[in-house]
T-cell receptor, first 115, second 114 residues
Framework: AQKITQTQPGMFVQEKEAVTLDCTYDTSDQSYGLFWYKQPSSGEMIFLIYQGSYDEQNATEGRYSLNFQKARKSANLVISASQLGDSAMYFCAMREIVGFNKFYFGSGTKLNVKP | NAGVTQTPKFQVLKTGQSMTLQCAQDMNHEYMSWYRQDPGMGLRLIHYSVGAGITDQGEVPNGYNVSRSTTEDFPLRLLSAAPSQTSVYFC?????????????FGPGTRLTVL
């Protein structure tokens, strides 16, 4: 079974609007971490935001926020006030505590911001 | 502080050739790992290491070897390259086994096997 599912292969958003990128995860662990990474066309992986499974408040980092719904096992990334530079691939990832902390990545969502 | 560095950036191999992808980090991180990224599949873990002298397999270890003789270096060896190993390879590190910090990724190595 897929550990991380990103159901949106590609998305468009108008500049200055907000956009939500979906991510659902599958784990039987009680303790885990959820991450979002950005990969621009240059190829590097850029860490955006982290949410721990025991964190009661949704994580926020500048224009990024993580909408964490534990019961639904979802960890959606919300980007507010989209900018042209936000055009990139976005990956959701999960780190399980059991088994040496392996990271699992989703297949990614390609976001295009239109001027 | 260079972070995570990888060499080479690009490589073309013929089927059956062997080579080593280099990865180094200068952050004194204990945990290092190798991923491959294939189109439409995200990143998949190949091998990882929780410290010098300790390595283990990830999701897709076949055809690859690793060793960790120092904290800084974590090379990935392709023993006999196959076209199925054409991919982009990322090395990553984080502080330690229990750390909740994010992983730091290298810039990637784009490998083509003909």
């Amino acid at each position: 079974a897929q550990k991380i599912t990103q159901t949106q292969p590609g998305m468009f958003v108008q500049e200055k609007e907000a956009v939500t990128l979906d991510c659902t995860y599958d784990t039987s662990d009680q303790s885990y971490g959820l991450f979002w990474y950005k990969q621009p066309s240059s190829g590097e992986m850029i860490f955006l935001i982290y949410q721990g499974s025991y964190d009661e408040q949704n994580a926020t980092e500048g224009r990024y926020s993580l909408n964490f719904q534990k019961a639904r096992k979802s960890a959606n990334l919300v980007i507010s006030a989209s900018q042209l530079g936000d055009s990139a691939m976005y990956f959701c990832a999960m780190r399980e505590i059991v088994g040496f902390n392996k990271f699992y990545f989703g297949s990614g969502t390609k976001l295009n911001v239109k001027p | 502080n260079a972070g995570v560095t990888q060499t080479p950036k690009f490589q073309v191999l013929k089927t059956g050739q062997s080579m080593t992808l280099q990865c180094a980090q200068d952050m004194n991180h204990e945990y290092m790992s190798w991923y491959r990224q294939d189109p439409g599949m995200g990143l998949r873990l190949i091998h990882y290491s929780v410290g010098a002298g300790i390595t283990d397999q990830g999701e897709v270890p076949n055809g690859y070897n690793v060793s960790r003789s120092t904290t800084e270096d974590f090379p990935l060896r392709l023993l006999s390259a196959a076209p199925s190993q054409t991919s982009v390879y990322f090395c990553a590190s984080r502080r330690d086994f229990d750390s909740y910090n994010e992983q730091f990724f290298g810039p990637g190595t784009r490998l083509t096997v003909l």
